[in-house]
């Protein structure tokens, strides 16, 4: 008889199996911290791959989907506090009346995406299956899960696990295979690393690796930097670094308008700009009563126009909004935000509520803001059309995805204020750059106190104000590639071929067992 000496994962499943729940729960809780470090400002995503190795070790050794969906939830729990650890940030701008709802807000956020993973693990354990199709229903529902987080609930799709690729050459396959795509590549790198530890399967590991090094190595070509025409039109970014307990400040008001006037004015450094982008919110008034400013405004552009995000009232509804200013100081177009922060820009259910008599959580009531039409372009003379993304927006690929024509570039203005000054920012930066990716289009982004910056259709910074710093840059437009394979198709062809893995996993699971006929 010839006996098989039991590998490194063979063991450590195991010892995996003996362990008490909570203690499980824990080392879960640490691999899935250690996966949300491939994120901005850490983007330590090799560190990131091996984290994810660990938890498929753990997911082997759930013997039940009640053991692997714990498993999972404790996984994305780490995963989530230390990836949306920011979010305790704008609960600490007035910390005297906010700050005590910071940590419930980190627990319920994190513990709460966290069950999106734990049904993933739940749901791959059940349809059992040996090493290759448990590793398949694991990528698969995983992946499933992350694209379920961007749709469900309003979706919040941020520190999606594909986007530990963003700071390495893979990135750029996200042009291909979208966000979710580069998710499964993550997940199935993860397998990969964790059967190295398996010596009877280790050859086909080696094999994985080997295929995952040439994806990495093919986005060193791929991804190369798009330079601008030599005619490309310039675009003025302004940034007035206004901290978020100040912005609405009276006494503060006219010190960061008349610095973004200040800014708009200044002489160029080389070409003069054909646009100027204030940020969102950038000015106090509502468009109604905005009269002078944007006057100033346009005087100060000397004729070129600018874009700028400001309030607006429709009757009662209030709207987060952006005008493009023509050179009589008047908005020659308009487009309010649609896809609105729940809890922070507007009341879930709010309406419902006010039926019930709760008229302050009623957004058509004037209590929040009230969400516009949908994605629309904008005309920016001599330079084309583009596709406004106000703050939030451009979290979302399929809100990008949904413009109604394909535009000339994508243009942000966002308020990153509340993101505080390490992690979030950053992140929000990192999605921008998965954006231009994935449509292959330059992005011009303005931020109230950074990270603005213009991002060519490969994702690379060709010019940027830091976090933190108040002033301007001009910036040649990079010019907009043919549209990528995703910007083509979307995600219904991956989301189709993961559907499909799981159903015929599903079915040779039930057929393996199914009693045999007598």
Same mark, same amino acid.
């Given at each position: 008889?010839?006996?098989?000496?039991?590998?490194?994962?063979?063991?450590?499943?195991?010892?995996?199996?003996?362990?008490?729940?909570?203690?499980?729960?824990?080392?879960?809780?640490?691999?899935?911290?250690?996966?949300?470090?491939?994120?901005?400002?850490?983007?330590?995503?090799?560190?990131?791959?091996?984290?994810?190795?660990?938890?498929?070790?753990?997911?082997?050794? !759930?013997?039940?989907?009640?053991?692997?969906?714990?498993?999972?939830?404790?996984?994305?729990?780490?995963?989530?506090?230390?990836?949306?650890?920011?979010?305790?940030?704008?609960?600490?701008?007035?910390?005297?009346?906010?700050?005590?709802?910071?940590?419930?807000?980190?627990?319920?956020?994190?513990?709460?995406?966290?069950?999106?993973?734990?049904?993933?693990? !739940?749901?791959?354990?059940?349809?059992?299956?040996?090493?290759?199709?448990?590793?398949?229903?694991?990528?698969?529902?995983?992946?499933?899960?992350?694209?379920?987080?961007?749709?469900?609930?309003?979706?919040?799709?941020?520190?999606?696990?594909?986007?530990?690729?963003?700071?390495?050459?893979?990135?750029?396959?996200?042009?291909?295979?979208?966000?979710?795509?580069?998710?499964?590549?993550?997940?199935?790198?993860?397998?990969?690393?964790?059967?190295?530890?398996?010596?009877?399967?280790?050859?086909?590991?080696?094999?994985?690796?080997?295929?995952?090094?040439?994806?990495?190595?093919?986005?060193?070509?791929?991804?190369?930097?798009?330079?601008?025409?030599?005619?490309?039109?310039?675009?003025?970014?302004?940034?007035?670094?206004?901290?978020?307990?100040?912005?609405?400040?009276?006494?503060?008001?006219?010190?960061?308008?008349?610095?973004?006037?200040?800014?708009?004015?200044?002489?160029?450094?080389?070409?003069?700009?054909?646009?100027?982008?204030?940020?969102?919110?950038?000015?106090?008034?509502?468009?109604?009563?905005?009269?002078?400013?944007?006057?100033?405004?346009?005087?100060?552009?000397?004729?070129?126009?600018?874009?700028?995000?400001?309030?607006?009232?429709?009757?009662?509804?209030?709207?987060?909004?952006?005008?493009?200013?023509?050179?009589?100081?008047?908005?020659?177009?308009?487009?309010?935000?649609?896809?609105?922060?729940?809890?922070?820009?507007?009341?879930?259910?709010?309406?419902?509520?006010?039926?019930?008599?709760?008229?302050?959580? !009623?957004?058509?009531?004037?209590?929040?803001?009230?969400?516009?039409?949908?994605?629309?372009?904008?005309?920016?003379?001599?330079?084309?059309?583009?596709?406004?993304?106000?703050?939030?927006?451009?979290?979302?690929?399929?809100?990008?995805?949904?413009?109604?024509?394909?535009?000339?570039?994508?243009?942000?203005?966002?308020?990153?204020?509340?993101?505080?000054?390490?992690?979030?920012?950053?992140?929000?930066?990192?999605?921008?750059?998965?954006?231009?990716?994935?449509?292959?289009?330059?992005?011009?982004?303005?931020?109230?106190?950074?990270?603005?910056?213009?991002?060519?259709?490969?994702?690379?910074?060709?010019?940027?104000?830091?976090?933190?710093?108040?002033?301007?840059?001009?910036?040649?437009?990079?010019?907009?590639?043919?549209?990528?394979?995703?910007?083509?198709?979307?995600?219904?062809?991956?989301?189709?071929?993961?559907?499909?893995?799981?159903?015929?996993?599903?079915?040779?699971?039930?057929?393996?067992?199914?009693?045999?006929?007598?």
């Amino acid at each position: 008889m010839v006996r098989v000496r039991a590998d490194h994962a063979t063991r450590l499943e195991t010892r995996a199996r003996r362990l008490f729940p909570v203690r499980l729960m824990g080392v879960a809780a640490v691999l899935g911290g250690l996966a949300a470090l491939g994120h901005a400002p850490f983007n330590l995503w090799p560190l990131a791959l091996i984290g994810l190795a660990g938890l498929f070790g753990l997911y082997r050794a !759930a013997l039940t989907p009640a053991r692997a969906f714990w498993t999972g939830w404790a996984g994305g729990a780490g995963y989530f506090a230390v990836s949306l650890h920011w979010i305790v940030e704008p609960f600490l701008v007035d910390i005297a009346r906010h700050g005590w709802m910071a940590p419930f807000a980190l627990v319920f956020l994190a513990g709460g995406l966290a069950l999106f993973w734990g049904l993933a693990f !739940a749901l791959a354990r059940r349809m059992g299956g040996r090493l290759i199709g448990g590793a398949l229903a694991w990528v698969a529902t995983l992946t499933l899960a992350e694209m379920a987080r961007a749709y469900l609930f309003t979706g919040f799709p941020w520190a999606l696990a594909g986007y530990l690729w963003a700071s390495s050459p893979a990135a750029i396959h996200a042009a291909f295979i979208g966000p979710y795509g580069l998710t499964a590549a993550a997940l199935a790198t993860g397998v990969a690393l964790w059967l190295l530890l398996s010596a009877q399967h280790r050859r086909a590991a080696l094999a994985g690796l080997a295929l995952v090094g040439l994806f990495i190595a093919a986005g060193w070509g791929l991804g190369r930097p798009v330079p601008p025409d030599a005619d490309a039109p310039v675009i003025r970014l302004v940034q007035p670094n206004a901290p978020q307990h100040q912005k609405w400040d009276p006494a503060h008001l006219r010190v960061f308008f008349d610095r973004q006037l200040g800014f708009t004015a200044a002489p160029a450094r080389a070409t003069p700009p054909d646009l100027t982008i204030w940020p969102e919110t950038a000015i106090p008034w509502f468009l109604d009563n905005a009269g002078e400013a944007l006057e100033m405004i346009s005087d100060m552009a000397g004729g070129r126009p600018v874009v700028l995000g400001l309030r607006r009232l429709d009757g009662a509804r209030l709207l987060n909004s952006l005008i493009v200013l023509g050179p009589d100081g008047s908005p020659h177009a308009l487009y309010d935000k649609h896809h609105l922060v729940p809890f922070g820009e507007y009341m879930p259910l709010g309406n419902l509520a006010a039926r019930a008599g709760l008229t302050g959580f !009623a957004n058509d009531q004037g209590f929040g803001y009230s969400p516009g039409p949908g994605p629309r372009l904008v005309d920016l003379p001599g330079i084309g059309r583009a596709l406004p993304l106000i703050c939030y927006e451009a979290v979302f690929p399929h809100d990008v995805a949904a413009a109604p024509a394909r535009p000339r570039l994508l243009m942000q203005i966002t308020n990153d204020a509340w993101f505080g000054r390490f992690s979030g920012p950053f992140q929000h930066l990192q999605q921008a750059r998965m954006r231009a990716i994935e449509q292959g289009l330059p992005m011009a982004r303005a931020a109230n106190t950074g990270v603005s910056a213009m991002i060519g259709p490969r994702g690379h910074i060709s010019a940027q104000i830091a976090l933190g710093e108040a002033g301007f840059t001009d910036a040649a437009l990079p010019p907009a590639l043919p549209p990528t394979l995703y910007a083509r198709t979307g995600d219904a062809p991956l989301a189709l071929l993961l559907v499909l893995t799981l159903a015929l996993l599903a079915f040779r699971h039930r057929k393996a067992s199914r009693p045999p006929s007598e």
